[in-house]
């Protein structure tokens, strides 16, 4: 079956810290990987996605993940946060082999960032 | 660019009642889809719309209809609304079956 876990609900940091949220999936054709952020009161923003090629993606405000195929996992990362960053993190998962356009979310991670 | 669009923004209602949601695109993106926000369960699949007049169920269809008259525009009917039902509705946007996701801001559910 298609899934995706997000093993932290919550993930508390300090500001300037680096992080790391994870996220793996399982599916059985080829996946393309999103994360996405969910701001208060907002819909979900796209931070960004691998399709395919290199392993490690860039995303939007400092953001990157990295797609490692042996682990089926795609962790995101940033160098340094700042407090505006917190916010709920949210892994999904599409793909090419028979899909009809479904998107398989996690459940989501809070990120908190304390001053 | 381009934005979605969700009316209303809050909507609270009776239980039984038939309550409707609607989204608009300016993106002139083909597919389009309904989900569903609960808190500790991530987001579910209502319906979606891969063009104007098709429909296509997903996860968590039942107790919901959904209409796609225009390119532009889909909505989605709750049929009986249940008593202390709370969520959010989502409704994104898309190029084709695989691309990204556009997302609008939600509309947020309440049933006394």
């Known amino acids: 079956a298609q899934s995706v876990t997000q093993p932290d609900a919550r993930v508390t940091v300090s500001e300037g810290a680096s992080l790391q949220l994870r996220c793996k999936y399982s599916?059985?054709?080829?996946?393309?990987l999103f994360w996405y952020v969910q701001y208060p009161r907002q819909g979900l923003q796209l931070l960004l996605k691998?399709?395919?090629?290199?392993?490690v993606v860039q995303g939007v405000n400092g953001f990157e993940a990295e797609f490692i195929k042996s682990n089926s996992s795609f962790h995101l990362r940033k160098a340094s946060v700042h407090w505006s960053d917190s916010a709920v993190y949210f892994c999904?998962?599409?793909?090419?082999?028979?899909?009809?356009?479904?998107?398989?979310f996690g459940l989501g991670t809070t990120l908190q960032v304390q001053p | 660019g381009g934005i979605i669009t969700q009316t209303p923004k809050f909507l609270i209602g009776q239980e039984g009642q038939k309550l409707t949601l609607k989204c608009q695109q300016n993106f002139n993106h083909d597919t389009m889809y309904w989900y569903r926000q609960d808190s500790g369960k991530g987001l579910r699949l209502i319906y979606y719309s891969i063009t104007e007049n098709d429909l296509q169920k997903g996860d968590l269809s039942e107790g919901y209809d959904a209409s796609r008259e225009k390119k532009s525009s889909f909505s989605l009917t709750v049929t009986s609304a249940q008593k202390n039902e709370m969520a959010v509705f989502l409704c994104?946007?898309?190029?084709?079956?695989?691309?990204?996701?556009?997302f609008g801001p939600g509309t947020r559910l309440l049933v006394l």
């Open positions: 599916y059985s054709g080829t996946p393309y």
């Open positions: 994104a946007s898309s190029i084709k079956n695989q691309d990204t996701q556009y």
């Open positions: 691998y399709y395919s090629g290199d392993p």
């Open positions: 999904a998962v599409s793909g090419i082999t028979g899909n009809t356009g479904k998107l398989i």
